[in-house]
């Protein structure tokens, strides 16, 4: 089971707090590097994709690529965080110290945060809906005997339909579709590799 923190309205996953510990950590990170990193960290929320990020940062070459990958996913997940919830100093720096950051770093960090947070607002309230989550799957077999061109058919198919609610719009709805059993055993094993991934990410 992986175990979390929460300081307040802020949570952040073990993988998130192990991130920002390699953040924090003055052998991995000067000072220069950091303050580079999270500079870079919060400009890159706001850019376009082929914009420089903080993987591809001058002042960062020296920092091995998997690290730094880590780093921003924390970094990220922090700011996204601390933004949704309009996290206070005194919170932010809680959660900060907790992950190791010293006086220093915990003040660059919540500069770069008051810098961006009018941007940061802007950028969550623009995300759109939350995609609604299935409440109940039904089926049944059906056996096609014509076509509608009334040719010979011969071949069975089923009926699925999804009952999904959209928690956010307080609406329910059903989907129907059809599909044959092939089509059925593919969509089956994409669900079951879905799963699949969601277990493994889980357990970072």
């Known amino acids: 089971m992986v175990s979390k923190v929460i300081i307040a309205t802020m949570e952040l996953s073990t993988y998130v707090q192990k991130g920002l ?10 000072n220069k590097s950091f303050h580079s990193f999270i500079v870079a960290a919060f400009e890159s929320l706001f850019s376009a994709p082929s914009d420089v ?22 970094a990220t997940a922090c700011i996204l965080e601390a933004g949704k919830h309009n996290t206070d100093k005194a919170t932010l720096s809680t959660c900060l110290e907790d992950c190791r950051f010293d006086v220093d770093r915990i003040e660059m960090f919540y500069t770069e945060y008051q810098k961006n ?33 009334i040719h010979k058919a011969d071949q069975p198919a089923y009926l699925v339909a999804l009952n999904v609610e959209n928690s956010k719009e307080q609406c329910v709805e059903d989907i129907a579709f059809s599909c044959t059993m092939e089509q059925l055993q593919d969509l089956v094993g994409k669900l079951k590799d879905a799963a699949k991934s969601l277990e493994r990410a889980s357990q970072l």
């Open 21 to 30: 510990q390699y953040l924090a950590d003055p052998v991995q990170f000067s």
């Open 117 to 149: 947070k009018t941007k940061l607002e802007t950028l969550l309230s623009g995300i759109g809906r939350c995609p609604p989550h299935v409440n109940e799957v039904s089926w049944r077999l059906e056996y096609q005997i014509k076509n509608c061109n």
């Open 53 to 74: 990020t903080p993987l591809e940062h001058r002042d960062l070459k020296h920092i091995d690529l998997t690290l730094l990958k880590h780093c921003q996913a924390a």
